[in-house]
């Protein structure tokens, strides 16, 4: 028996001694920049990193360190640096671990270095990069030459119920923002990508869970996960390694509750059946069971009869105070109850010691450099101007805006000081800025088409001259001209011979009309007999015109998120206008190609365009002056970014058909052509407007 109990001494000696093999001594913390960079101090130095985790609800990141030792004798150290508020140091058996508590979910980085672990938050909310001691990037990796993609999205359901997704993350350092829209939970993992394998919609209903649908799409350069639960929830999410899960519990609805969900009642259940029981007796029992500290005013006195069954006891607590007129503040684990009369006296009376404090407390003056804003907008928040009342300062607060070096001199109480500093730490922020790139696309397709005749008739009697044309058979001659004249054309008359003319008379003259200033072709027919000395004339007219275009404007432009931009190019045309006096004075009107917009950047990444494009040429001339053909189109739209759509669009088609004939000669069947000029139009014009706005990147690289 002896000696096992020695080796037992033996085994938890060494034990005790391969978990001091190694301890934490200290934890320091700075600011670089924005980011917030932890030293750990060893005892020794670590063969490699830690493994680690992180939370986003809470906002938390966890290392735990195998085989060490707690040797700075805290459990809390307070940081208050930056996003960090404080780290935990826990001691567990055979390790340790350290918890940063956060005030918002941020990627960190880890490097050892000596006898040291640096810990690096990016307060930016993107991927984390090592730095050492001085502030210098620690191996960094080499540049990705594809984008980072999601490898694999699961569900899977837990023994009470609940549902987790579990995403498996490309690296460990992935930003993932986690919130609640209404019922649906909204998970946005920044700048990677998604396969098209897992774009798609999971039905998980059949699971029994929460959970009855996943959909994953790509948004711009992020990837977004919306969860759809049912019923009464709560969610949580953690992230181990390259592993997110976001937990989804169910909560059991309660009929005796007066209110269902996270914000019911969930203490332990407990009956009651009591006869005029005094109300501080049953405040202790509350106590016993809720395992709180009571703290009950002298004045909370009386008795009262209950009867509850199977009753929550904070349900059971808040119905006696609501029945004696009580009220109560909770202070961590410590609740005091007293009548409602007396807590709000007592906080009244505090506030107006708090406000004789600030009439007494000194004032200090602070000054802040704005970077992105400009000092003259804080004018009405101060209410230096006179224009506002509604200022956050102290009735002795006063402040300063210096324009020339963008700066504010504020003088108030610490506390006010504070508040304006939070206030310029959210307003005074880059804005995003966004190219928005228009195309105004005109095509057009013209046809026309005339064909028309022309018919005359002359007579040679009584003429002497010799024979025209060339002769077929005896007197009957054929002469082939270009011209309804005939041969021999000459100031309207048909020659003979050198020294003779003779009249021709047109009796019909319908020829083919010109198309944008062409003349139609011709071809002419001259019959005539020398015995008979007669002349028939005829000409045939035909114009065929066919023609397409298009033109394409391209006018881009960058602006700063909701901030207007205007773009145009164009001519100003002069005309005269007259006064009553009669004098006249130049004006000018624009013909210009302009872009008019406004961008708005939403929480999700697309972009609201309020946009107005013009699109107006030179007319035709009048006697007035020229006219202006305008195109616009003016509107509100939605677009995701880097997305093109379609603004409006405008189809034109003209149709025309022209017949001008000669009565009753112009309906003979075939003849009736000679008699009658026809012509056909068919033009076609379309105007397409597209839109395309693209976020700009903050950090824009130099080539």
Same mark, same amino acid.
């Given at each position: 028996?002896?000696?096992?109990?020695?080796?037992?001494?033996?085994?938890?000696?060494?034990?005790?001694?391969?978990?001091?093999?190694?301890?934490?001594?200290?934890?320091?913390?700075?600011?670089?920049?924005?980011?917030?960079?932890?030293?750990?101090?060893?005892?020794?130095?670590?063969?490699?990193?830690? /493994?680690?985790?992180?939370?986003?609800?809470?906002?938390?990141?966890?290392?735990?360190?195998?085989?060490?030792?707690?040797?700075?004798?805290?459990?809390?150290?307070?940081?208050?640096?930056?996003?960090?508020?404080?780290?935990?140091?826990?001691?567990?058996?055979?390790?340790? =671990?350290? /918890?940063?508590?956060?005030?918002?979910?941020?990627?960190?980085?880890?490097? &050892? !270095?000596?006898?040291?672990?640096?810990?690096?938050?990016?307060?930016?909310?993107?991927?984390?990069?090592?730095?050492?001691?001085?502030?210098?990037?620690?191996?960094?990796?080499?540049?990705?030459?594809?984008?980072?993609?999601?490898?694999?999205?699961?569900?899977?359901?837990? +023994?009470?119920?609940?549902?987790?997704?579990?995403?498996?993350?490309?690296?460990?350092?992935?930003? /993932?923002?986690?919130?609640?829209?209404?019922?649906?939970?909204?998970?946005?993992?920044?700048?990677? $990508?998604?396969?098209?394998?897992?774009?798609?919609?999971?039905?998980?209903?059949?699971?029994?869970?929460?959970?009855?649908?996943?959909?994953?799409?790509?948004?711009?350069?992020?990837?977004?996960?919306?969860? @759809?639960?049912?019923?009464?929830?709560?969610?949580?999410?953690?992230?181990?390694?390259?592993?997110?899960?976001?937990?989804?519990?169910?909560?059991?609805?309660?009929?005796?509750?007066?209110?269902?969900?996270?914000?019911?009642?969930?203490?332990?259940?407990?009956?009651?059946?009591?006869?005029?029981?005094?109300?501080?007796?049953?405040? %202790? &029992?509350?106590?016993?069971?809720?395992?709180?500290?009571?703290?009950?005013?002298?004045?909370?006195?009386?008795?009262?009869?209950?009867?509850?069954?199977?009753?929550?006891?904070?349900?059971?607590?808040?119905?006696?105070?609501?029945?004696?007129?009580?009220?109560?503040?909770?202070?961590?684990? +410590?609740?005091?109850?007293?009548?409602?009369?007396?807590?709000?006296?007592?906080?009244?009376?505090?506030?107006?010691?708090?406000?004789?404090?600030?009439?007494?407390?000194?004032?200090?003056? !602070?000054?802040?450099?704005?970077?992105? %804003?400009?000092?003259?907008?804080?004018?009405?928040?101060?209410?230096?101007?006179?224009?506002?009342?509604?200022?956050?300062?102290?009735?002795?607060?006063?402040?300063? &805006?210096?324009?020339?070096?963008?700066?504010?001199?504020?003088?108030?109480?610490?506390?006010?000081?504070?508040?304006?500093?939070?206030?310029?730490?959210?307003?005074?922020?880059?804005?995003?800025?966004?190219?928005?790139?228009?195309?105004?696309?005109?095509?057009?397709?013209?046809?026309?088409?005339?064909?028309?005749?022309?018919?005359?008739?002359?007579?040679? =009697?009584?003429?002497?001259?010799?024979?025209?044309?060339?002769?077929?058979?005896?007197?009957?001659?054929?002469?082939?001209?270009?011209?309804?004249?005939?041969?021999?054309?000459?100031?309207? %008359?048909?020659?003979?011979?050198?020294?003779?003319?003779?009249?021709?008379?047109?009796?019909?003259?319908?020829?083919?009309?010109?198309?944008?200033?062409?003349?139609?072709?011709?071809?002419? +027919?001259?019959?005539?007999?020398?015995?008979?000395?007669?002349?028939?004339?005829?000409?045939?007219?035909?114009?065929?015109?066919?023609?397409?275009?298009?033109?394409?404007?391209?006018?881009?432009?960058?602006?700063?998120?909701?901030?207007?931009?205007?773009?145009?190019?164009?001519?100003?045309?002069?005309?005269?206008?007259?006064?009553?006096?009669?004098?006249?004075?130049?004006?000018?009107?624009?013909?210009?190609?302009?872009?008019?917009?406004?961008?708005?950047?939403?929480?999700?990444?697309?972009?609201?365009?309020?946009?107005?494009?013009?699109?107006?040429?030179? $007319?035709?001339?009048?006697?007035?002056?020229?006219?202006?053909?305008?195109?616009?189109?003016?509107?509100?739209?939605?677009? @995701?970014?880097?997305?093109?759509?379609?603004?409006?669009?405008?189809?034109?088609?003209?149709?025309?058909?022209? +017949?001008?004939?000669?009565?009753?000669?112009?309906?003979?069947?075939?003849?009736?052509?000679?008699?009658?000029?026809?012509?056909?139009?068919?033009?076609?014009?379309?105007?397409? #407007?597209?839109?395309?706005?693209? #976020?700009?990147?903050?950090?824009?690289?130099?080539?």
């Amino acid at each position: 028996m002896l000696a096992k109990f020695s080796l037992f001494i033996l085994m938890g000696l060494s034990q005790l001694c391969l978990a001091q093999s190694n301890s934490i001594e200290s934890i320091t913390a700075n600011q670089q920049g924005a980011n917030v960079i932890v030293r750990v101090g060893m005892k020794n130095p670590l063969t490699k990193s830690p /493994v680690g985790f992180s939370i986003a609800n809470p906002a938390r990141v966890a290392l735990d360190f195998a085989d060490t030792a707690n040797g700075t004798g805290k459990a809390s150290i307070d940081v208050n640096i930056g996003d960090l508020r404080t780290v935990n140091v826990i001691e567990a058996t055979g390790r340790s =671990r350290l /918890v940063f508590n956060l005030n918002k979910p941020l990627n960190y980085a880890t490097v &050892i !270095e000596g006898n040291a672990l640096i810990v690096t938050i990016d307060a930016s909310g993107g991927v984390a990069t090592a730095v050492s001691s001085q502030g210098l990037p620690v191996a960094a990796q080499a540049p990705l030459t594809t984008k980072l993609a999601l490898r694999d999205i699961d569900f899977r359901r837990g +023994v009470g119920g609940e549902g987790r997704i579990v995403v498996d993350l490309p690296l460990n350092p992935i930003a /993932v923002d986690v919130r609640q829209q209404g019922q649906k939970i909204i998970v946005d993992f920044l700048k990677v $990508g998604l396969p098209e394998v897992l774009r798609r919609r999971l039905d998980v209903a059949d699971f029994g869970s929460p959970v009855q649908t996943i959909t994953t799409t790509a948004v711009g350069e992020n990837v977004r996960m919306v969860i @759809e639960p049912k019923g009464l929830w709560e969610q949580s999410s953690y992230q181990s390694d390259t592993q997110f899960v976001v937990e989804v519990k169910p909560i059991k609805e309660d009929p005796n509750k007066l209110t269902q969900g996270t914000q019911g009642y969930r203490g332990e259940r407990l009956s009651f059946n009591f006869q005029s029981i005094e109300v501080r007796a049953i405040l %202790q &029992i509350i106590a016993e069971v809720s395992g709180l500290n009571v703290i009950a005013s002298d004045t909370v006195t009386g008795t009262i009869t209950l009867r509850l069954k199977d009753v929550p006891w904070d349900q059971a607590l808040d119905n006696i105070m609501q029945i004696k007129g009580l009220d109560m503040r909770k202070n961590g684990t +410590v609740i005091w109850v007293a009548p409602k009369d007396e807590l709000l006296t007592k906080e009244k009376l505090e506030l107006e010691q708090k406000a004789q404090i600030a009439e007494l407390e000194p004032l200090k003056t !602070e000054s802040f450099q704005l970077n992105y %804003q400009k000092a003259e907008a804080f004018k009405l928040v101060f209410g230096v101007d006179g224009s506002s009342t509604n200022r956050i300062l102290s009735k002795r607060g006063s402040a300063v &805006i210096e324009p020339r070096t963008n700066q504010l001199f504020v003088t108030d109480i610490p506390s006010k000081l504070e508040e304006v500093r939070k206030l310029i730490q959210k307003t005074d922020i880059a804005s995003k800025q966004v190219l928005i790139e228009a195309r105004i696309v005109e095509a057009d397709d013209t046809f026309s088409k005339n064909l028309g005749a022309k018919l005359g008739f002359a007579d040679m =009697r009584g003429l002497r001259g010799g024979d025209v044309g060339y002769q077929l058979q005896g007197n009957q001659r054929l002469a082939l001209t270009g011209n309804y004249l005939g041969v021999g054309e000459q100031t309207g %008359q048909a020659k003979i011979t050198d020294q003779s003319f003779i009249p021709n008379t047109q009796f019909v003259s319908l020829p083919a009309a010109g198309i944008n200033g062409l003349n139609p072709g011709s071809l002419a +027919v001259s019959l005539f007999s020398s015995a008979a000395n007669r002349f028939l004339n005829l000409e045939l007219s035909a114009l065929e015109a066919d023609g397409k275009g298009k033109i394409i404007s391209s006018p881009r432009v960058v602006t700063a998120d909701q901030l207007k931009a205007m773009i145009e190019q164009g001519t100003e045309l002069p005309y005269q206008v007259s006064t009553s006096s009669g004098a006249t004075s130049i004006f000018f009107r624009k013909a210009t190609l302009r872009l008019e917009v406004t961008p708005q950047i939403t929480p999700d990444g697309n972009v609201i365009l309020d946009v107005d494009v013009h699109k107006d040429s030179v $007319g035709v001339e009048t006697r007035a002056g020229y006219a202006i053909d305008t195109k616009e189109v003016k509107t509100m739209v939605l677009v @995701e970014n880097g997305g093109t759509v379609v603004l409006g669009g405008i189809f034109q088609q003209n149709e025309r058909d022209n +017949v001008t004939k000669i009565p009753f000669f112009g309906d003979l069947p075939l003849f009736g052509n000679l008699f009658k000029t026809t012509g056909k139009t068919n033009d076609k014009t379309e105007l397409l #407007i597209f839109i395309t706005p693209k #976020i700009v990147a903050e950090r824009m690289s130099t080539k």
